[in-house]
């Protein structure tokens, strides 16, 4: 019998496929239906600093200062008796999650501060989490900025959490780095227990007729996740951390490629909310087919096959590859190259 477990962040999943933060784990029955399709872990939604913040302003404004200058305003608008903030209601969600299901719940956090890091990784630990996900979602906007000092503000948060938390921490990571894999290294220096390869950064539009730039948000794609893989292979071996990837994993073949790559677990979103938390399953049940119709006994067996230690031709996973692309693309009949 093909044997799916694999280790995660010192996690013992009993299948590579988790579902990475996003709305489906507001849902009590979403997340039910997770477990029982064959997740291996869970990762909750973020819990986002700026958000918290902003409730919490928003609150004292329109309760607690609803009278200056307006006396009669408290009759019209009684204090409550108590009030759910954004922390508490993510702690509450976390701590019902734990009590409901058998694998691993992860949590998520994305501050914008160094006492926001520490503050709610330290209460998400204390609500039962089994490990953090440090989702570092920062565009480094400013010009005067180097990148040692951008990589050095990560390792610094990082450094800050370890020092008040004891979960395993993961690093949620963008793939807009001058060096992925010297930064890799610092994390695992400064106690990262894994990474999470990559964060997708949402490009906001313009509004041509209001002049005004606009959110635009957008579902991956599988070709996004053939960059996941190839840094998972570069990466594979030539660190101690655990390694997800994250972005464009919609299929059974996507998530064979990733673990052969060497990655540790394939975490999967947009795939699940267009088809549902059921499509998990069948994306597992694809990768057991395959891997018994190729004799393959367990993931341990397969991870890191084609990595760029293993690979034939480690080359590909370096420019002789890019090279090699252009050279043999065949162009249109009477175009110059």
Not at 195 to 212: A, G, H, K, S
Request: net charge negative; aromatic share 8%.
């Amino acid at each position: 019998m093909v044997d799916l477990s694999t280790d995660y962040l010192g996690l013992e999943l009993a299948s590579p496929l988790v579902p990475s933060a996003s709305p489906l784990s507001r849902d009590l029955d979403s997340a039910r239906r997770l477990e029982d399709a064959g997740a291996g872990a869970l990762v909750m939604y973020s819990l986002f600093e700026e958000e918290v913040q902003h409730a919490e302003e928003a609150t004292a404004r329109f309760l607690h200062e609803q009278a200056i200058g307006f006396g009669e305003a408290e009759s019209f608008l009684p204090q409550p008796d108590s009030y759910i903030n954004e922390v508490d209601a993510y702690l509450e969600q976390l701590t019902r999650l734990k009590q409901m299901l058998d694998i691993p719940v992860i949590a998520s956090l994305n501050g914008v501060s160094d006492d926001g890091w520490v503050r709610y990784a330290r209460l998400m630990q204390e609500a039962g989490a089994d490990a953090l996900e440090l989702n570092v979602y920062y565009v480094a906007a400013d010009i005067s900025q180097s990148a040692a000092e951008v990589e050095s503000r990560y390792v610094g948060m990082l450094h800050a959490v370890r020092e008040q938390v004891s979960l395993p921490v993961a690093m949620k990571l963008s793939s807009q780095f001058s060096s992925v894999g010297h930064l890799v290294g610092s994390l695992e220096a400064a106690g990262a227990a894994g990474v999470v390869l990559f964060n997708r950064f949402y490009q906001p539009d313009i509004d041509l007729e209001t002049r005004e730039v606009v959110p635009s948000l957008t579902l991956s794609s599988p070709h996004e996740a053939l960059l996941r893989m190839h840094w998972a292979a570069i990466l594979h071996g030539r660190t101690r951390l655990a390694l997800a990837v994250s972005g464009g994993f919609h299929t059974a073949a996507d998530s064979l490629k990733a673990i052969m790559a060497g990655a540790d677990v394939v975490q999967l979103c947009s795939v699940l909310l267009q088809q549902g938390p059921e499509e998990l399953e069948r994306i597992r049940q694809g990768m057991l087919d395959w891997m018994e119709e190729n004799e393959y006994n367990s993931i341990r067996q397969m991870r890191g096959c084609v990595s760029y230690r293993n690979a034939i031709d480690p080359a590909a996973y370096e420019r002789a590859n890019y090279v090699k692309v252009l050279e043999t693309h065949a162009a249109p009949r009477g175009v110059w190259r």
